[in-house]
Nanobody, 126 residues
């Protein structure tokens, strides 16, 4: 059983930045795939970024490339999502997800992940 707890959400103006954190327990293992998803009201859950811990290989949604960075800090057993140049349409609940046996073929396939956090709200005002 993996427990994931997100933090770092909040309200920010368009163009601003936030860094989301996801604390994992027990330790994040090298064969894990970790990901961030987001879901706005009335919309489907959307994959934002993923990272395969063993190789640090990352995937990003086209809409966030160049602005968001997913990373993992071993010593703190924490996953991060640095979000820059935020847009109002990115207002959503952001979720951390873990898959314990490598990344799925489609990193944004929410059904392929085994564990989820409770989410942290990000609100971007114009």
């Amino acid at each position: 059983q993996v427990q994931l707890v997100e933090s770092g959400g909040g309200s920010v103006q368009a163009g601003g930045s936030l860094r989301l954190s996801c604390a994992a327990s027990p330790d994040i293992r090298s064969d894990y795939c970790m990901a961030w998803f987001r879901q706005a009201p009335g919309r489907e859950r959307e994959g934002v970024a993923s990272i395969y811990i063993r190789t640090a290989f990352t995937n990003y949604a086209d809409s966030v490339k160049g602005r968001f960075t997913i990373s993992q800090e071993n010593t703190k057993n924490t996953l991060y999502l640095q979000m820059n140049s935020l847009k109002p349409e990115e207002t959503a609940m952001y979720y951390c997800a873990a898959r314990t046996w490598g990344c799925p073929i489609r990193y944004d396939n929410a059904n392929a992940y085994d564990y989820w956090g409770q989410g942290t709200q990000v609100t971007v005002s114009s």
